[in-house]
Nanobody, 114 residues
C-alpha cells in the first residue's frame, strides 16, 4: 500500500507563508483525488483542499485565495502552498489519497503566531 509523508510544517508569524509537501512511496496516479486536511486541537478534521487527476481543485471557503494545492503524479508529490497565514490556520495538516479509501499521512504541524 502507498504510504504518504508530509513535511514543511513549522512556526510562522501571521501573514507569513509555508509550503507543505506530501511524498508518496508509490504511484498516486490511481488516486483520482488527492487532498489536504487539517485538524486543530479539540476540533474535527476538516478538508482544506483537494485536487483531481486532470487538475481541477476545490478549497474550503476559509482558505480560498490564500492556499494553493498542486500535484505531480510523475514525482509522486502533492503540495499545499499557504500564504497570508492566520492564527486560525494552525493545526495538524494531513495528506490523503482517495476520498474514502486510501492512505493518510502522519501529519505535519503548523503553528501561526499572532
Amino acid at each position: 500500500q502507498v504510504k504518504l509523508m508530509e513535511s514543511g510544517g513549522g512556526l510562522v508569524q501571521a501573514g507569513g507563508s509555508l509550503r507543505l509537501s506530501c511524498a508518496a512511496s508509490g504511484s498516486i496516479a490511481e488516486f483520482y483525488t488527492m487532498a489536504w486536511y487539517r485538524q486543530a486541537p479539540g476540533k474535527q478534521r476538516e478538508l482544506v483542499a483537494d485536487i483531481v487527476t486532470y487538475g481541477a481543485t476545490n478549497y474550503a471557503d476559509s482558505v480560498k485565495g490564500r492556499f494553493t494545492i498542486s500535484r505531480d503524479d510523475s514525482k509522486r508529490m502533492i503540495w499545499l502552498q499557504m500564504d497570508n497565514l492566520k492564527p486560525e490556520d494552525a493545526g495538524g495538516y494531513y495528506c490523503k489519497a482517495g476520498v474514502v479509501e486510501g492512505p493518510w499521512g502522519g501529519g505535519s504541524q503548523v503553528t501561526v503566531s499572532s
